[in-house]
């Protein structure tokens, strides 16, 4: 019976997570169920706990409070490199790459388990991002802000995940770059399950297939996208739009 | 990599670039005005060899204080450290009466011994530290001068209660009192020792860091340590390894630096560390080449100005170090 508990059908499972960060009660009791498969979206406004969720799932914050599961495994009290080795892949919202290392390097530091395999999986990894070839030797800190965001996204799919955490990738792009991040999410959620925290909510739409919204460190919304598309009072309320 | 921030630098500043290495030539044979070739030879040997056992001890804290930013005060402590266990392997040997005919080759081998000794000793001590210590104050300044002085005081204590408060000779095996001449200039075969003892860890050093998946890691680490956690890596260790290398490094420096003067005393790091400091900046933070350059720097210019105008030669130091901190405010190889 005991052991009933502790398992969870779904893929990732917040139960009442609480977060402090310094003595901010930043995340106050954020409950999630997220099955494998697509794309999950993460909607709200800034400062509504978005990042502070990812960053608790992935160990890099503390759980203060609250269970987490992951394939049915609680990793609440686990570390960021424990929880790395399980599957979850994490790209952050700022630095997400390494400035100071080139492109070559970012991709190395990516592999975690270096072998015939991720080695097979770069090269299908630079054919949906043929630009990163051309400044292979380049230092990341010098790459445009664009190729930057490509760099963060391709490093983490050159190893095998079960769960990509991936944190605004189209923060400061130009329409025509965030429609060529658009197509490589598409491609990117058919294998891999993607949660993804998004503003650009036409981008939001064309990758996700359901949505969580956040407010004020609470889940506020919870449903498919489209059936939020249509809430127009939902919509001006937690997104103004 | 290193192609590109080479373009990179001589493209936005060529003229400190050349008229730099000029400069720097120059400054370099001006001794010759006052002293004849033989002498300026024979000094010259001698400094590269004073500077690459500076080297050691700079590497170590280029390590611990440029790439983790870890204000160590206790890196002296552990060169001192190092220093007596390298002296206990030789005192051992010694005892057995095999320093005093030895070989060079066997010179060579007791010498691994006690370098071995000592970089064991040095890297234990090292992830001691790191693991009890220094882990809880990564990131406060303050607290890492406060803790790391605690440290040096109880490893220099410690050397005290064991070995006793006094200098101690350092038996030096036999195959390195000899000497060899060329050209007139009178090479101890120690120094040679050193010389290439110094570019070999160079050499492996700048191999770890800039080819292998570790030095990867550890730049990794030094810039954003999120991104290498949920990458899988587990830092912590990684970070303790960093900081044993350094320890480890001082250690071998130490006694190194044990043989070369022939002698040990509790409190012989702090003069090298201060050394070590000047090498460190001059070379700018976390850059293992800028250590290399500035210690051959620093270990010649000593040396020619000890010769000159003995009084000098430490002041001389701190002035290089101010001059070069003016042109380049991160140091010769400091990035911006
Ligand atoms: N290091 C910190 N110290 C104090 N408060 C913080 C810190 N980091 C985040 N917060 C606060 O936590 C709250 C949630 O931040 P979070 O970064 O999770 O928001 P977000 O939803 O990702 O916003 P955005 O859309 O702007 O990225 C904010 O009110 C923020 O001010
Ligand atoms: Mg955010």
């Known amino acids: ?241 | 990599m290193k192609t590109d921030t080479l373009k990179f630098q001589t493209r936005n500043r060529p003229f400190q670039q050349y008229a730099g290495w000029i400069i720097g030539i120059g400054l370099f044979l001006l001794p010759l005005i006052q002293m004849d070739l033989t002498t300026y030879l024979t000094l010259t040997v001698a400094g590269i060899s004073l500077g690459m056992l500076i080297f050691l001890i700079a590497s170590g804290l280029t390590l611990i204080f440029g790439l983790m930013d870890v204000l160590n005060l206790a890196h002296a402590a552990f060169f001192a450290f190092g220093a007596y266990a390298g002296f206990t392997v030789l005192n051992l040997l010694n005892n057995a009466g095999w320093i005093d005919t030895a070989s060079l080759a066997q010179s060579l081998f007791y010498l691994a011994l006690a370098l071995g000794a000592a970089g064991l000793a040095g890297g234990g001590l090292g992830i001691l530290t790191e693991k009890i210590v220094i882990k809880r104050v990564y990131g406060n300044h303050l607290m890492q001068l406060l803790v790391t002085v605690g440290v040096s005081f109880v490893i220099v204590e410690l050397l005290k209660m064991i070995w006793g408060v006094n200098d101690e000779v350092v038996p030096v095996p036999m195959g390195f009192q000899d000497a060899f001449i060329i050209f007139g200039v009178f090479i101890e075969y120690f120094r040679v020792v050193a010389i290439f003892l110094g570019i070999t860890i160079f050499a492996i050093l700048q191999y770890i860091l800039k080819q292998t998946k570790l030095g990867i890691i550890v730049r990794a680490g030094v810039e954003n340590q999120e991104i290498v956690k949920a990458t899988g890596y587990n830092i912590s260790w990684i970070f303790t390894l960093v900081f044993a290398a350094g320890s480890a490094l001082a250690a071998i420096g130490g006694t190194m630096m044990a043989i070369f003067n022939q002698a040990v005393d509790p409190g012989m790091g702090n003069q090298f560390l201060i050394f070590a400091l000047i090498v460190v900046i001059i070379g700018g933070l976390g850059s293992v080449t800028g250590s290399f350059v500035g210690a051959v720097i620093v270990g010649l210019s000593f040396n020619y100005v000890a010769f000159l105008w003995p009084k000098m030669a430490l002041g001389v130091n701190f002035m290089i170090m101010a001059i070069i901190l003016l042109i380049r405010p991160k140091g010769l190889f400091g990035k911006d």
């Open chain 1, 1 to 241: 019976m005991p052991d009933m508990v502790e398992t969870k059908p779904s893929l990732l499972c917040l139960e009442n997570v609480h977060t402090h960060i310094d003595q901010h009660h930043i995340l106050q009791g954020v409950s999630m169920d997220v099955a494998a498969g697509g794309a999950t979206i993460l909607l709200g406004r800034n400062g509504a706990g978005k990042s502070t969720t990812l960053k608790s799932v992935m160990g890099l914050l503390p759980v203060s409070q609250g269970r987490i599961f992951f394939n049915g495994q609680a990793i609440e009290a686990s570390k960021p490199y424990e929880i790395a080795r399980m599957g979850m892949g994490f790209v952050p919202e700022d630095k997400a790459v390494l400035s100071t290392l080139t492109v070559a390097e970012n991709f190395r530091l990516s592999m975690f388990r270096e072998n015939e395999k991720t080695h097979k999986k770069l090269a299908e990894v630079l054919d949906l991002f043929p630009a990163l070839k051309k400044f292979w030797k380049r230092q990341a800190g010098l790459l445009s802000g664009g190729q930057r965001q490509m760099l963060a996204i391709a490093r983490v799919l050159v190893c095998e995940h079960t769960l990509l955490l991936i944190d605004e990738p189209s923060k400061g792009l130009a329409p025509i770059v965030v429609d060529q991040l658009a197509e490589s999410l598409i491609q990117i959620k058919d294998k891999t399950k993607v949660i993804l925290v998004e503003q650009n909510f036409r981008l939001a739409q064309q990758v996700g297939s359901d949505c969580f919204i956040l407010d004020d460190g609470r889940v506020a919304f919870n449903g498919p996208m489209d059936e939020l598309a249509k809430d127009k009072i939902m919509m001006k309320k937690y997104l103004g739009i």
